[in-house]
């Protein structure tokens, strides 16, 4: 294996390599799903090369709603197909490939009518257990569990007692999906793909109808570079459509963006030891547990705007605050509210025009010779998604591949990671990190957490928390840039950490502190840190201005007054 490291040489050295040979499957996204196709391709052997225009995750994969889940309410649509492919895949995320990064979260399902609700909801929940044992995956999360009222208030007493009658609660999982998509990229890295962020797909290559290849600009560096590959898989998400114009074609299918928006409110403004899900007149809503926070979410709306940037409207947030309120005892008021995000799933269009209605299936195409495309989804599935690309890449490839190994490949931080865990009362005491702090990290980086250390061995001033993000050691912003690729002070405040959605100044106040640490790894001057903050403070302002806006329409163009650090054009 090689180095996970993912500095600024690694990253120039891995854009050379591309170019100096031909590659057998070449990704285009770096989302869960390309990331994922990467480490799949190159643990089959094949010679791999990752590209991604922004940043890991910088889309769709870091602003979901951070559940691992089997999609229990795709049980009511009879969808049990895609039930029990997920609940495989959550179990198998749970024990083998990341269990540092996916962690299993009790939900309470308030009943509201007596009797025929109880049996209703219960056969479906009862239905999901089973099917994840089934599964063989099942073991390690507890079995639902049926409450009355009185014990209902009991684990969350933030309910008000005229909204239910009873509840139930069962488990899925949870997992911060920017650092696990990050996790992802390294752990191909290791296995010898050449992975680039900043370095975007201009063009393809094509030798008559084939695609053999793509022009990729570096947009940090400059320059252009062609880069041959055998097959180029297309999985860019919402931009799936974007990306087939390059050569020309639509493909054979739509991908369509919905827009789903979350709130970050403080633990202590929603009194419960469970997160709640809770039916809405058009989904589901779920109040998800975060660490010292809670997650409120979500909306499910059509957007055809910016999707670089897609906005939270004042509508948006009037609508999960008015549905989350509707049960709890004492109500959140805009002022609770400490972080935002909005995010846009990638659907398969023509079935409804309702995006609720739309397909979380995913689609592979071989839509013209050397490129594939696959779409659509659920981020649980990716590892499925995956597979299912590189099977069909490889049918473009005149030799024997070998099959798919990734059900067998813990992801990087994974191995040792339950012993390490055991003894974190020892690594405190070694380190003299208090036993919280251990756990923090443990969490983040599981075994890779001796690289954390040993650059507050180096220099312990890294060992001491950032002043206004305290929950942060100053050690973890210098290792988002010396080891997981950050370029810039808006990829380590918004998916290196959660600073921007995690206190109340959005990670204003820690912009400076954050680029002084980040500009010795990076060879930043006095003058591109003061361009780094104010370009992070611009934004924060651009979306708290967005979020006052009425609609979809003037919150996407408050939100556009700030402009990318590095413009895509």
């Given at each position: 294996m090689r180095t996970a490291t993912l500095g600024p040489s690694e990253r120039g050295e891995a854009l050379a390599r591309m170019a100096e040979r031909?590659?057998?499957i070449l990704v285009v996204g770096a989302g869960v799903v390309g990331a994922g196709t990467a480490l799949d391709a190159v643990t089959r052997?094949?010679?791999?090369?990752?590209?991604?225009?922004?940043?890991?995750?910088?889309?769709?994969s870091s602003r979901s709603s951070k559940l691992i889940h089997g999609g229990l309410r795709y049980l009511e649509m009879l969808d049990?197909?895609?039930?029990?492919e997920a609940l495989k895949e959550r179990g198998l995320l749970l024990q083998r490939l990341a269990p540092h990064l996916v962690k299993p979260v009790p939900f309470l399902y308030p009943l509201q009518h007596r009797g025929w609700e109880r049996w209703y909801a219960g056969s479906g929940v009862a239905l999901y257990d089973a099917m994840s044992f089934a599964s063989g995956h099942g073991r390690g999360l507890p079995a639902h569990r049926h409450l009355t009222r009185r014990h209902a208030l009991r684990v969350a007493p933030c309910l008000r007692k005229d909204a239910l009658v009873g509840a139930l609660q069962y488990y899925d999982a949870q997992v911060d999906d920017a650092r696990y998509v990050t996790t992802l990229v390294r752990t191909a890295a290791a296995y010898g793909a050449d992975v680039a962020n900043g370095a975007r797909v201009v063009g393809f290559l094509r030798e008559g109808e084939r695609v053999v290849g793509a022009r990729?600009?570096?947009?940090?560096?400059g320059g252009e570079y062609e880069v041959r590959a055998r097959q180029v898989v297309n999985a860019t998400g919402v931009w799936t459509d974007d990306t087939q114009g390059l050569i020309g074609e639509r493909g054979q299918f739509h991908v369509r963006a919905s827009k789903g928006i979350h709130l970050v409110v403080p633990k202590d403004r929603i009194h419960s030891s469970t997160g709640l899900i809770l039916r809405t007149e058009k989904s589901v809503l779920f109040v998800i547990p975060w660490g010292r926070h809670w997650v409120i979410g979500t909306t499910d709306t059509d957007w055809d705007l910016d999707k670089a940037h897609p906005a939270a409207s004042s509508a948006d947030i009037d609508y999960l605050l008015e549905h989350v309120n509707s049960v709890l005892s004492v109500p959140l008021t805009r002022d609770d509210v400490q972080g935002v995000y909005a995010g846009l799933r990638p659907l398969l269009a023509?079935?409804?025009?309702?995006?609720?209605?739309?397909?979380?299936?995913?689609?592979?195409?071989?839509?013209?010779?050397?490129?594939?495309?696959?779409?659509?989804?659920?981020?649980?599935?990716?590892?499925?998604?995956?597979?299912d690309a590189v099977d069909e890449a490889v049918h473009g490839l005149d030799q024997r591949v070998a099959d798919c190994v990734t059900e067998d490949v813990?992801?990087?931080?994974?191995?040792?990671?339950?012993?390490?865990?055991?003894a974190r009362a020892r690594m405190a005491a070694r380190t003299g990190l208090h036993v919280v702090r251990v756990e923090h990290l443990l969490s983040r980086y599981g075994t890779l957490v001796e690289e954390v250390l040993a650059l507050i061995a180096a220099d312990p001033s890294l060992g001491e928390p950032l002043p206004a993000a305290d929950d942060y050691l100053r050690a973890e912003i210098v290792y988002a840039a010396s080891h997981e690729g950050a370029r810039h002070l808006e990829?380590?405040?918004?998916?290196?950490?959660?600073?921007?959605?995690?206190?109340?100044?959005?990670?204003a106040r820690s912009a400076r502190d954050c680029a002084e640490l980040m500009a010795p790894v990076l060879g930043w001057d006095e003058s591109q840190i003061e361009r780094e903050v104010?370009?992070?403070?611009?934004?924060?302002?651009?979306?708290?201005?967005?979020?006052?806006?009425?609609?979809?329409?003037?919150?996407?163009?408050?939100?556009?007054?700030?402009?990318?650090?590095?413009?895509?054009?």
């Open positions: 031909e590659l057998d052997g094949l010679a791999t090369g990752l590209v991604e225009a922004r940043d890991w995750a910088s889309g769709t049990f197909a895609l039930v029990r990729v600009q570096d947009v940090e560096g023509g079935e409804s025009d309702a995006t609720s209605k739309l397909s979380r299936e995913h689609t592979v195409a071989h839509p013209v010779p050397g490129l594939v495309v696959v779409a659509g989804g659920k981020y649980t599935t990716y590892r499925v998604m995956a597979q813990p992801l990087l931080g994974a191995e040792g990671y339950a012993a390490l865990w055991n990829d380590v405040l918004t998916r290196r950490s959660r600073i921007s959605i995690e206190t109340f100044d959005r990670g104010e370009h992070y403070q611009k934004r924060v302002e651009a979306e708290r201005e967005s979020q006052l806006q009425p609609d979809d329409q003037t919150a996407d163009a408050a939100r556009l007054g700030a402009p990318d650090i590095v413009p895509l054009g």
